[in-house]
Structure formats: C-alpha cells, structure tokens
C-alpha cells in the first residue's frame, strides 16, 4: 500500500525536524486531500468507517504544530468513533489532552498566547473527557497561572492588581488541589493571599485617608 511506503520513508529519517518538515512538506499536502474528501462525505450522510489514514493525518498535524485543524480533526475522529493510529497505544482523549498541554506549558514559559486551542481542550478535559484526576488537575493549575503570567512568561502574583483576576485565578488552583493534592499549588495559593491582604490593605488605607 502506498501509505505504508510513505511510513518506510518516514521512519528512515533519523532526525525529528527532518521527519517533522517531511510530514509538512510532503506527506499531508499527498493525504489531506484525501481525508478532507472523506470527511465531506461523512458530513453528508456517507456512513464513516475505519480509516487508518485519517488518524494518522491528525497526529502528523500535531506534529507540525497546526493545532487548529489537528484539534478539527480530533475532536472529529472522537465524535466518529475513529480509533487511534496503528501503533500508538493512546486514546484520542488523553493524547489530544497531554499533547496540547505540553505546547501550552512551552508557549506559556515564553509569553506566548496558548488561546485558543487550550481553552477548547480545557473546557473538553473538565466537561466531557473522563481523564485522570491528576490529568484533570494540572489543566485547572495551568489555567489559573496563566491568568496570572506576564508577558515574559513568569507568573507573579504580586504584580498583579485586579483583586477579580487573582480570586478567579486561585478558584482554579483550589479545584486543581481539590482533584490531586499534589499537583504543587500551594505556594501561589500563599502568594495569591498574601497579595489580596495587601491590595485589601491598600484599599482601606485609602479610603481612611478620603475621610479625613
């Protein structure tokens, strides 16, 4: 089979950014045609099925880091029924749910945006998908740090001085202790309440000083 040569040919690159720019470059411009013509006719009443080809196009998007349309594609394959590709030992929900979580943790470190595509597996992890607790609480930690990272990537509750954003912020990392007790919160959780002592001190000060 024609897909099976083209796996040949991927699996003697040696390098992962030779084997990333083969996927980008050669391999989905050949097969997403293929399956785009797939899904199109699933969407309009063809029956779906098996296939094989569609499951690998989505982690070869993964891969590639297209996130938008590896998540179409995902959440697609999830609502289908599609199995996994051959050979990787994962369901769709805990491999869209580590991967997407990984680049968020990458981009967050540098000050980059993670939306959308962390919200929309976020709101998938706490809704829909039965995953792990401790898979479940880490999304809700990295959730609440994200609202209180700068735009370098640190996150500092001490700079921050929107009393809402830090509640909300700990209210996510509450129920990311509640779900696993040692997903590590406690020490932002600390600083968090310490800041909103201080803004609450602040705030009093100021309105005693407008009495006067």
Not at 11 to 37: C, G, N, T, Y
Not at 122 to 135: D, R, S, Y
Request: aromatic share 10%; proline share 5%.
């Amino acid at each position: 089979m024609e897909l099976d040569a083209d796996l040949k040919k991927l699996k003697s690159f040696a390098r992962r950014q030779d084997k990333i720019i083969h996927k980008r470059d050669v391999l989905l411009p050949k097969w997403q045609p293929i399956v785009d013509e797939y899904l199109a006719q699933v969407d309009s009443g063809g029956k779906p099925y098996d296939n094989p080809l569609f499951a690998r196009c989505i982690i070869w998007l993964f891969d590639i880091d297209d996130l938008g349309r590896a998540l179409e594609w995902g959440f697609k394959a999830i609502e289908l029924g599609q199995p996994m590709a051959p050979g990787i030992r994962r369901e769709w929900p805990s491999f869209i749910s580590d991967t997407v979580f990984d680049w968020s943790e990458t981009q967050g470190e540098h000050g980059r945006s993670v939306e959308p595509y962390f919200t929309q597996v976020f709101n998938q992890v706490v809704h829909h998908w039965k995953l792990a607790e401790p898979i479940t609480a880490k999304f809700y930690k990295f959730k609440g740090l994200s609202l209180l990272r700068s735009t370098t990537g640190d996150v500092k509750p001490s700079t921050v001085g929107d009393v809402e954003l830090l509640q909300q912020a700990d209210g996510f990392l509450e129920k990311a202790a509640s779900l696993h007790k040692n997903v590590g919160v406690k020490t932002v959780r600390n600083q968090i309440d310490m800041r909103l002592r201080a803004l609450e001190a602040y705030g009093s000060q100021e309105t005693g000083q407008e009495k006067t």
